[in-house]
C-alpha cells in the first residue's frame, strides 16, 4: 500500500504555495511571509496524513471563501471585473475546503498514513 497523498491535495499545495511565494516577491512585507511560512507547515502536515491538520485547512479555507463572497458583493458596484475575479476565487476555495471535508480518496490516504485499517 502506498501513502501518497491524492493528486488533487498535491496540485492544490503546488499551486497554493506558489501563489503565496509570489505573492511574497511582489509585496516583500512580513505578514506575507508569515502567511507563506505557515501555510507551508500546515500543507506539510496535511501532506502527511494528518486529519487534525486536513480539518483546520479546511475550515480556514472555507473562511477565506467567505471572506471574498463578501468583498465581491462590496466591490461589485464600483469594480465588477474585480468582483468577478473575488467569486471565481471564494468558488476555487470553497471547492477545495468541501474536497478536503468530504473526499473518500482524503480519507484513505489518512488512514493509510496513520497505519489505520481500511475498508
Request: glycine share 6%; charged share 10%.
Amino acid at each position: 500500500m502506498f501513502k501518497n497523498p491524492p493528486l488533487p491535495l498535491i496540485l492544490a499545495a503546488v499551486l497554493y504555495l506558489g501563489y503565496e511565494a509570489w505573492s511574497l516577491s511582489v509585496t516583500p512585507t512580513a505578514v506575507a511571509a508569515g502567511r507563506l511560512a505557515l501555510s507551508a507547515l500546515l500543507f506539510f502536515f496535511v501532506l502527511r496524513g494528518s486529519r487534525i491538520a486536513a480539518r483546520i485547512m479546511s475550515i480556514l479555507t472555507g473562511l477565506s471563501a467567505l471572506i471574498l463572497l463578501v468583498a465581491a458583493v462590496a466591490t461589485f458596484r464600483v469594480n465588477a471585473a474585480g468582483a468577478s475575479a473575488f467569486t471565481v476565487m471564494a468558488g476555487l476555495l470553497a471547492l477545495f475546503a468541501v474536497y478536503v471535508w468530504t473526499s473518500p480518496k482524503i480519507r484513505d490516504f489518512q488512514d493509510r498514513a496513520s497505519g489505520l485499517p481500511t475498508a
